[in-house]
């Protein structure tokens, strides 16, 4: 059977009569580190990125830098922001506006010395081998100040990547203002109104010395967001990993919107115990489906939504009565569980003990034979991920794996813990990304269902526990 392992790399997975050990694949690294030599023919160090972000103040730059690291995190790719906001903080925790203004030298001087403080941190982050991409996360917006990033990266073999957010969408700085004002630490305990209004006349001093990135800096590698998702300039992206933050970055866009997400309703399989298959939905999951139309309604009132199952029986039946456009991804298929497809948990801890105790050590990188693990449900539901950021309102009706995994983007749960999550049958959640977390609100139908949750640790034999209900 053909699987793909970790690394994107296609390979084959023995079926052959059972061994004991159903998983034997060695599941490294989503990224190979890509290596390449430098001008004198030597081999350079693994790539090592850092982006730099530029823009004016209320420009999202923090939100991008800070949902590129959630991405990247969730694909395996170690990854943090410097932000130098925070290490100017700790020098001066509650400047006046006048303490942007460039003709200040001591702000000027300040403001220099925050930066070279989070650059050496970043380098020395690099140095210990701690992450592949940093985000350096700073109005960044003279040019001189840039080619001094340039120039202090170069030196270490680090790449630069520029990412400018530039923005002339009046309502859109208007509600990163009010954002920003509300939740910044540079505000804590002042007047809201006081606030965006000191806020507004650091932004204007910025704007006497704010250089975009222009042709004498071509010799760069960078990307220009306009009106974040509107427009894409890019320029220079030499590498593959370059790439792939470029591509994500090119699909995000900041209008409010929500997403939301159910399992199917109880099916036969739920009710025997079974894993997998392609069982139709219960009478109780048929209940299921027949209210979500309601609940769907009570939460998101006259919002249209576009409706994403996978192409199996028990999530088509579940979003019938949604009177929405409806798209089947089969990346949105339930995890293959391969040769232990249709068994029980029960089944599977008594004749395969040693798989379903590799399983329960570390479920993450646990991959079936002839199926899958978490970790291979991650990479094909990337492009499920991009699509998302691109569209508005979606609701997804799914399984519980895939649910586990799309949940743990938006909500930055670790590996360790996302195929862990209790996910009940019957209940819709939503999830609203804000500019600095997801806000979560969990609908239960009130339908009662079989529990399909097994705790880590706990033996299989049948379970008895019902959830959902009153
Ligand atoms: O990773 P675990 O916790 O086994 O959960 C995944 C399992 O959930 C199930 C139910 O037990 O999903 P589903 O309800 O979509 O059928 C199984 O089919 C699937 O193998």
Known sequence: ????????????????????????VPQGDFIRHSRKTNGSGVQADDTRICVVMVGLPARGKSLIAQKAVRYLHWLSIKAKVFNV???????????????????NPEGERLRRAAAEAAVADMVKWFKERQGLIAFLDATNSTKDRRRWIQERCDQDNIETLFVESKCDDEDLIMSNI?????TSPDYVGQDPEVAAQDFRNRIRNYE????????????????KLINVGHQVIINRI?????????????????????????????????L?????????????????????????????????????TSTLKRTIQTARFLPFEKLEWKALDELDSGVCDGMTYGEIEEKYPEDFKARDDDKYNYRYLGGESYRDVVIRLEPIIMELERSENILIVTHQAILRCIYAYFMNVPQERSPWMEVPLHTLIKLTP???????????????????FREKGSSAKHQEKEEGGD
Do not use: C
């Open 272 to 308: 025997s115990g079974q894993i997998g298959g392609d069982a139709d939905i219960s009478e109780r999951g048929e209940l299921y489906a027949r209210r979500l139309p309601e609940l769907v309604a009570q939460s998101a009132g006259d919002t249209k939504l576009t409706i994403w």
């Open 85 to 103: 906001g925070q290490y100017r903080r700790t020098a001066t925790p509650n400047p006046s506006a006048e303490f942007f203004d460039t003709s």
């Open 238 to 270: 030499q590498d593959y990993l370059q790439s792939r933050v470029v591509y994500y970055l090119m699909n995000l866009h900041i209008k409010p919107r929500s997403i939301w997400l159910s399992r199917h309703g109880e099916s036969n399989f739920n």
């Open 178 to 182: 009010l954002e920003v004002k509300t």
């Open 434 to 452: 804000k500019a600095y977390k997801t806000e979560e609100e969990r609908m239960p139908a009130k339908i009662p269902a079989v529990s399909t």
């Open 1 to 24: 059977m053909e699987t793909t392992d970790a690394n994107g790399v296609n390979g084959t997975h023995p079926v052959h009569s059972f061994s004991p050990k159903l998983s034997s």
């Open 208 to 223: 006497k010395v704010y250089q975009t990135i222009d042709e004498d800096e071509s010799d760069l590698t960078y990307v």
